[in-house]
């Protein structure tokens, strides 16, 4: 896909390309899990099914004008400019805007805090969406055949899926609550958003103490991988930048240069975007296997 059909800035371009990826991997580990035989109930393969459409609904590719895609770009000088589409966040954010409890490093924190919020719930809702499509088939059926058993399990599971996605996004807004009202607490551990979301899942999961310790070891890591793509997003959205007035001016030698920065970044990019996932992947199915623990 080419940047002028999707309409994608270059970093949300590198995003699809990760989010790809990993999709790509997790169909190649479910079709060894078939040729071993497993999978039978096809629950990996539904699991597979919805996530190839949250990918191609949140980057606008299945037919559907989505009005939230307009605002590709999320690097940008003016926060104002930007909707949160919920009346409880924008109100939230105005708050902490004019409290005068943030400095300026902590309310762009804050911002980044806010826009993922918005992300989580336009996951939830667009898996939500997806859900209800393959329910609305699933009434229709009428005999109680051996095929309906499989499905409501697979129902079942997925709504494990939106349970633990509603949770996270409930406890997200817990947090920018107080956040709001309080302001940052100095020793906070976490700065970025999917590490704070992750550890305040950890600390309701069943982990031992020990067990508890080591995540908060590796979410420092995971944090810092963040940290490092984040870097490279804005480099690659400057890059692209400077790309675009070059070949404004027709100067060969500089736009091959340009041209040869601007790919070696965007590959950068990706790569890191792939390893965050695929680390935010690992990190996510631990903590729910915690929390599945904790309901038995």
Do not use: C
């Not at 999917?194 to 070891?217: P, Q, Y």
């Not at 675009?244 to 030698?253: C, L, N, P």
């Amino acid at each position: 896909w080419g940047h002028s059909r999707l309409h994608l800035s270059a970093v949300k371009l590198a995003e699809l390309h990760s989010d790809l990826k990993i999709q790509e991997k997790d169909e190649l580990s479910w079709k060894k899990l078939k040729a071993e035989g497993l999978d039978e109930d096809g629950e990996k393969e539904a699991k597979l099914r919805r996530n190839l459409n949250v990918i191609m609904t949140k980057y606008g590719m299945n037919g559907k004008k989505d009005s939230q895609l307009v605002d590709t770009n999320y690097i940008k000088d003016g926060t104002e400019s930007d909707t949160l589409d919920d009346p409880r966040l924008e109100k939230l954010w105005s708050k902490a805007k004019t409290s005068g409890k943030f400095s300026d490093e902590e309310l762009d924190k804050l911002w980044r805090e806010f826009k993922h919020h918005k992300e989580k719930i336009r996951e939830y809702n667009i898996l939500l969406e997806t859900v209800s499509r393959t329910e609305d088939v699933h009434k229709n059926v009428i005999n109680p055949s051996e095929e309906n058993l499989v499905k409501e399990e697979i129902l079942h599971n997925k709504h494990r899926e939106l349970k633990d996605k509603l949770r996270s996004i409930n406890q997200g807004f817990e947090r920018l609550r107080k956040v709001s009202h309080q302001g940052y607490d100095t020793t906070s551990e976490f700065e970025e958003p999917r590490v704070i979301d992750l550890w305040d899942m950890a600390k309701s999961a069943n982990f031992t103490e020990k067990e508890l310790e080591s995540f908060r070891e590796e979410l420092k890591h995971f944090e810092a991988k963040i940290e490092k793509h984040h870097h490279y997003q804005k480099q690659l959205e400057i890059s692209h930048q400077k790309l675009k007035h070059v070949e404004g001016t027709g100067d060969k030698d500089h736009l091959n240069r340009n041209k040869e920065k601007y790919a070696m970044l965007e590959e950068k990019t990706k790569e890191l975007g792939y390893k965050v996932k695929k680390h935010l992947q690992d990190l996510s199915s631990r903590i729910s296997q915690g929390l599945q623990h904790n309901e038995l």
